[in-house]
């Protein structure tokens, strides 16, 4: 990359950093609040871990790596399914993957980082990158395209698609835009947008009830929130489904641990710099494992380093750590003002949908990326088995659910299980033709 205007321990004036701070919290605004309000959590919370979340993850890394840490795309089916049966149950879920962190980077520690390369490669990590992306497409259309009558039956909505398509227009009007600040918050700016213009066409239309019923704001007059108040006891739960609930998001955390792996060697190559080594891949993982388990306590998703963060990096040559602890500090103070996180949490589905058409496609792009970055043979048979079934499998959905009490968990989600299948394939298949 070319130099950096502001190198990893450089101390960027006070009012730059907030700035350029508040711009890569802005970058990854909309994916951090949109996984919480998939699930069905208070988005509140999920700045608030985010926050929290990547000063502890900067401190584990001792300083030494730019990123910010927000929701995880990878965890929305599972989260949901564990926030349905509890709060309490997210909070174990999270815990389990934190402790699942915490052991491969506690191996990595002791066996050094050369196994990392063997056991996920390239082929591995990319297709597994991009099958995060892919596997969230339908829901991402659904949102964009239906809406649900009063008796919970979707269908097509020719307002839904309205709204959508204006949200993603405005998002690509501000990423085109030659104001660099402008083009890194588009998401921001098609949400905001898209919310507005819901509101306008159902006040000028005959159609407004069609139009309002996206609109959910309620808010009940309180100003701030206490952070206590986001706290969750994990051991409110019955053991044999808390058993379940840990044991899918275990087995999720190996899809993240590949993204996270990605990361870390993308951001490498932004700050010029041997991440694996110094600070060292068992640091990353550790501060992403314990950034989880922390969100999980507050009651919010599980955390991951972000993409959308590397991209305003790459495009402002500004690595500034310090920029990313203000970063932080905004995130919390927002979360903490209340009728934020219920103007936050009111945004209209269409909207949310056109958003997230091109978000789960960006995370999708950026996994082939890695593919055509490491310049992945799929010519080659090993390599062209492994990306085949990764992606059959993620985007065809393929799940192992369980049913308990009534209720049907996914033991598997579809991440989770082409990750596992691509890593076992990876360490099965001969290397020679």
């Known amino acids: 990359m070319s130099k950096a205007i502001y190198d990893v321990e450089a101390k960027p004036p006070v009012v730059k950093s907030i700035f350029y701070g508040l711009q890569h919290l802005l970058a990854c605004f909309g994916a951090t609040v ?44 599972v989260g949901a399914v564990a926030f349905g049966l509890g709060p ?32 996920l490669p390239p ?34 909505s020719p307002q839904a698609l309205l709204i959508a398509a ?40 005959d159609s407004s009830a069609g139009f309002k019923q996206f609109l959910t704001f309620k808010w009940d007059g309180h100003w701030f929130n206490n952070p206590l108040d986001f706290f969750v006891n994990p051991f409110d739960v019955k053991p044999a489904q808390a058993g379940i609930v840990a044991i899918s998001f275990v087995i999720t955390s190996f899809a993240t641990i590949c993204e996270h792996i990605g990361h870390t060697l993308v951001t490498g190559d932004i700050i010029g710099r041997d991440l694996v080594k110094k600070p060292g891949l068992h ?16 009651g919010s998703v599980s955390n991951t380093t972000y993409g959308e963060s590397l991209g305003v990096m790459a495009t402002t040559k500004v690595y500034s750590v310090a ?31 056109g958003a997230c058409i091109l978000l789960y496609g960006t995370i999708a792009a950026n996994g082939l990326k890695q593919l055509i970055t490491n310049k992945v043979d799929v010519d080659n048979k090993r390599n062209m088995i492994i990306v085949s079934l990764i992606f059959t499998l993620g985007v065809g959905g393929a799940m192992i659910p369980i049913s308990f009490q009534g209720r049907e968990l996914d033991l598997l989600s579809a991440v989770a299980l082409s990750a596992l299948v691509g890593i076992a394939l990876n360490l099965i298949l001969p290397r020679k033709e």
């Open 123 to 156: 082929v591995v990590i990319g297709s597994v990158v991009a099958i995060i992306g892919l596997s969230l497409a339908g829901t991402a259309v659904n949102m964009a395209f239906q809406t649900t009558d009063l008796f919970g039956v979707a269908h097509f």
């Open 88 to 119: 309490a149950y997210l909070a174990i879920g999270a815990l389990s993957s934190c402790l699942t962190y915490v052991i491969i980077a506690l191996i990595v520690w002791k066996a050094g980082s050369g196994w990392v390369g063997k056991v």
């Open 323 to 353: 920029v990313f602890i203000w970063a932080s500090i905004i995130a919390i103070v927002l979360s903490l003002i209340a009728p934020f996180g219920e103007i936050v949490k009111s945004l209209p589905t269409p909207v949310l949908g």
């Open 166 to 205: 204006v949200t993603l227009a405005l998002i690509f009007l501000a990423m085109y835009s030659k104001n660099s600040f402008i083009s890194s918050i588009s998401i921001l700016i098609g949400l905001v947008g898209g919310y507005l213009v819901t509101i306008i066409l159902g006040n000028i239309t």
């Open 283 to 298: 640091r990353t993982i550790l501060g992403d494992g314990l950034a989880t388990g922390l969100a999980g306590i507050f």
């Open 34 to 77: 949109l996984v919480p309000i998939l699930v069905g959590i208070p988005p509140d919370r999920a700045i608030f871990s985010a926050g929290l979340g990547t000063l502890l993850y900067l401190v584990i890394t001792k300083f030494k790596v730019p990123n910010f840490v927000g929701s995880s795309f990878a965890f929305i089916a």
